[in-house]
T-cell receptor
Framework: RKEVEQDPGPFNVPEGATVAFNCTYS??????FFWYRQDCRKEPKLLMS???SGNEDGRFTAQLNRASQYISLLIRDSKLSDSATYLC?????????????FGKGTTLSVSS | NAGVTQTPKFRVLKTGQSMTLLCAQD?????MYWYRQDPGMGLRLIHY???????AKGEVPDGYNVSRLKKQNFLLGLESAAPSQTSVYFC??????????FGPGTRLTVT
């Protein structure tokens, strides 16, 4: 199954660059979406939630396109500390309850 | 504030051995999850639980069993370990919101 698909990258950008990742999902009924960040050999942590058309938090903007079933994450003015893997996440509901399904992640490397 | 803890952090098993991974959370969360993460495969859901005494299969449940006898604990068992189960295992929990909190992971090698 490929409920959530991401470009694995890696994306290699210089400090100060703007970079965008896309994620496509297959379940048209999904109402909420998430971006998690995972540093090397660490656990994932929530970066942003997207419940309507988009969300902005400082240098980070997440946008949702329901018609085309994709969400994007835009990072402006990239910092070295932004280097990580970014995971696109979509809820998966069945009769047993709801779980979160993770994409394989997009790797970002920011260099000086 | 412990959050989600996992024991052990590392383990090496021989093929055919059994073991149990323990996940504990102190946030009174109803939902708990077990994932495995492999290079190039991302996080894949093994089993999950929507409350004490309940469990459900995820994407890759074969070869694993789980139990949720207490709300704060979610156990993942491998009855007969295989090299294909070499992976990093993450436990997570959440409340009614969708923000999941992850444990630090267990690195398991099966030889």
């Amino acid at each position: 199954r490929k409920e959530v698909e991401q470009d694995p990258g890696p994306f290699n950008v210089p400090e100060g660059a703007t970079v965008a990742f896309n994620c496509t999902y297959s379940n048209s009924a999904s109402q909420s979406f998430f971006w998690y960040r995972q540093d090397c050999r660490k656990e994932p942590k929530l970066l942003m939630s997207v419940y309507s058309s988009g969300n902005e938090d400082g240098r980070f903007t997440a946008q949702l396109n329901r018609a085309s079933q994709y969400i994007s994450l835009l990072i402006r003015d990239s910092k070295l500390s932004d280097s990580a893997t970014y995971l696109c996440v979509v809820p998966w509901a069945n009769q047993a309850g709801t779980a979160l399904i993770f994409g394989k992640g997009t790797t970002l490397s920011v260099s000086s | 504030n412990a959050g989600v803890t996992q024991t052990p952090k590392f383990r090496v098993l021989k093929t055919g051995q059994s073991m149990t991974l323990l996940c504990a959370q102190d946030m009174n969360h109803e939902y708990m999850y077990w994932y495995r993460q492999d290079p190039g495969m991302g996080l894949r859901l093994i089993h999950y639980s929507v409350g004490e005494g309940t469990t459900a299969k995820g994407e890759v449940p074969d070869g694993y069993n789980v139990s949720r006898l207490k709300k704060q604990n979610f156990l993942l068992g491998l009855e007969s370990a295989a090299p294909s189960q070499t992976s990093v295992y993450f436990c997570a929990s959440r409340s009614s919101s969708y923000e999941q909190y992850f444990g630090p992971g267990t690195r398991l090698t099966v030889t």
